[in-house]
């Protein structure tokens, strides 16, 4: 009897064990279950969302899942969401990225399925191997250039330009391909020009003195003078303006003439400091008239 307890109670402690680990898996599983794509890892979050690296159930390519939970669901965040993704979907330039599905899970959790970018973003490059060779950043900004030729052209304004939204990254044999990501902020030209906001959105370092001093009256030429600050970055490893607060940042891209990269020790062609410092112009006129006459 003896010997039969000893040999019987492990195999019933050994089965019992094992159904609450498998359903406990299972449950993990169902978790992180969104129709067809599998969540593996969290790769970004931000205010509007998370941002997972996923594979599909049947094509298993890697996937980037963005998913706004219950918990973040309300008017304006949905609404946000909801643009964000509609704007993503109409553009099919080859430096924006493609969206594959959105939907809703059983659970209430918004999400839409996108292109997998496996790179690094400008702000990390930058903050890894400092100031980047004209040639490249030149290399850099056609791109962008074209991205934001084609959002303008659909009649949005991206408005949150900025290196950590600018990805650099592998296609095929193709090196160093920009992608500009985070389409939250777009504003619709038309649909938007008369809803007042009094709000200044986008990122202090990057914004236009427009976006600050009229906010509700900006064009596709603050996407020119981020982009611009994108470039001072790039070639001196410096933002534009410093400040002890997100506001006295934004003042001073109002009322202080930003120093030429040349006069801080930037090794800077004179044509390229020229075009850059014209995207950093003050008034919108100043500027290039287009994203495809900075190209």
């Avoid at 008369?194 to 709000?199: G, L, M, S």
């Avoid at 020119?224 to 070639?235: D, E, N, P, R, S």
């Avoid at 410092?277 to 006129?285: D, E, F, I, S, T």
Wanted: with cysteine.
């Amino acid at each position: 009897v003896g010997a039969l307890v000893l040999g019987v109670v492990p195999i019933l402690l050994a089965s019992v064990g094992s159904d609450i680990i498998y359903g406990l898996r299972l449950q993990v599983t169902e978790a992180m279950q969104l129709g067809q794509y599998t969540l593996e890892r969290k790769i970004g979050e931000g205010g509007n969302g998370a941002v997972y690296r996923a594979h599909h159930a049947l094509l298993r390519r890697p996937t980037a899942i963005k998913l706004l939970r219950p918990d973040q669901v309300g008017a304006d965040n949905l609404d946000r969401f909801e643009r964000e993704v509609r704007h993503m979907s109409q553009l099919s330039h080859p430096n924006t990225v493609a969206v594959f599905d959105y939907g809703r899970s059983h659970d209430g959790v918004f999400y839409y399925a996108m292109e997998y970018l496996g790179g690094i973003d400008l702000e990390h490059l930058v903050r890894g191997f400092g100031p980047q060779p004209s040639g490249r950043v030149v290399h850099i900004l056609i791109q962008v250039c074209g991205a934001l030729q084609a959002v303008h052209a659909a009649g949005l304004i991206h408005r949150d330009i900025k290196p950590a939204n600018i990805i650099l990254c592998e296609r095929g044999t193709m090196l160093d391909v920009a992608k500009v990501v985070d389409f939250g902020l777009v504003k619709e030209i038309t649909r938007d020009a008369a809803a007042p906001t009094q709000v200044v959105l986008g990122t202090p370092a990057y914004v236009a003195p427009e976006a600050v001093t009229d906010p509700d009256r900006i064009t596709h030429a603050v996407d020119l003078y981020a982009l611009g600050a994108v470039g001072y970055f790039l070639i001196t490893g410096k933002k534009l303006f410093e400040g002890a607060t997100p506001l006295d940042v934004c003042v001073q891209h109002v009322t202080r003439a930003p120093t030429p990269p040349s006069e801080i020790g930037a090794a800077i062609a004179p044509e390229l400091e020229a075009i850059l410092m014209r995207c950093l112009a003050k008034r919108p006129a100043d500027r290039h008239p287009s994203a495809g006459a900075l190209a």
